[in-house]
């Protein structure tokens, strides 16, 4: 005869009622014993008062060195020195006396003669070359000033720019005083007028 446990045939009630108690309990915790929430709170910042504070003004040293004192004659014991020796007094007052530089050297005066045509060389200019510069190598160019008549004929000449010590201004100068010259017209009339001529001296 098969002897029937009754706590078999009650497996699967106790089983369910068991799951069910626990899902009860467990809904019982959460709502007798709530979750802590975590609350954050910020306490409150101390305001900060910024004073306006007066910084006094710094003092300023001066580190410059005093000036020296002023060097006080002492005697002295040396006998090389002559005991007559003095010094001539100096007259500040009177300065007419005093001998007054040399005037610059005067020059013929040019006087400028405003014209409408300028003077022009009838024949070219030829200076005769030194033969001291061309045997020195000597070249350069000579800026003579002449004065040129009513009648073309150079009467005056200055060297505006030359090679002294050489004999060029010389010969320059003498190549245009002979050297006959179309005058200068102002308004259609022939007038005397100082002109710049340049003489080239080049070596071949």
Same mark, same amino acid.
Not at 101 to 112: D, H, R, T
Not at 129 to 149: C, H, N, R, S, T
Not at 162 to 185: Q, S, W, Y
């Given at each position: 005869m098969e002897i029937i446990n009754p706590l078999k045939s009650k497996y699967p009630v106790v089983v369910r009622l068991t799951i069910l108690l626990g899902i009860f309990c467990i809904i019982l915790n959460f709502l007798i014993f709530p979750r802590f929430i975590n609350s954050v709170e910020f306490d409150e910042a101390e305001q900060v008062i910024i004073e306006n504070i007066e910084i006094p003004q710094t003092q300023?040293?001066?580190?410059?060195?005093?000036? &020296?004192?002023?060097?006080?004659? +002492?005697?002295?014991?040396? $006998?090389?020195?002559?005991?007559?020796?003095?010094?001539?007094?100096?007259? #500040?007052?009177?300065?007419?006396?005093?001998?007054?530089? *040399?005037?610059? *050297?005067?020059?013929?005066?040019? =006087? #400028?003669i405003p014209y409408d045509d300028p003077p022009v060389a009838m024949s070219p200019i030829r *200076? @005769?070359?030194? $033969?001291?510069?061309? $045997? &020195?190598?000597?070249?350069? +160019?000579? =800026?003579?000033? &002449?004065?040129?008549? $009513? @009648?073309?004929?150079v009467k005056e000449t200055i060297i505006l720019k030359? =090679?002294?010590?050489?004999?060029?201004?010389?010969?320059?100068?003498?190549?245009?005083? +002979?050297?006959?010259?179309?005058?200068? @017209?102002q308004r259609e009339r022939a007038v005397g007028v100082w002109i710049s001529i340049p003489v080239n001296f080049r070596l071949k």
């Open positions: 300023q040293i001066d580190n410059t060195p005093p000036p &020296a004192r002023p060097s006080i004659p +002492v005697p002295s014991d040396d $006998e090389d020195i002559a005991d007559d020796l003095t010094l001539d007094e100096l007259d #500040f007052d009177d300065f007419s006396n005093m001998d007054a530089p *040399p005037p610059p *050297p005067s020059g013929p005066k040019v =006087v #400028f *200076p @005769k070359y030194p $033969e001291i510069a061309q $045997e &020195a190598g000597i070249e350069g +160019v000579v =800026v003579v000033q &002449a004065f040129i008549d $009513e @009648k073309g004929r030359g =090679v002294p010590n050489t004999g060029l201004d010389e010969a320059a100068m003498d190549a245009i005083k +002979v050297t006959r010259f179309r005058p200068a @017209k």
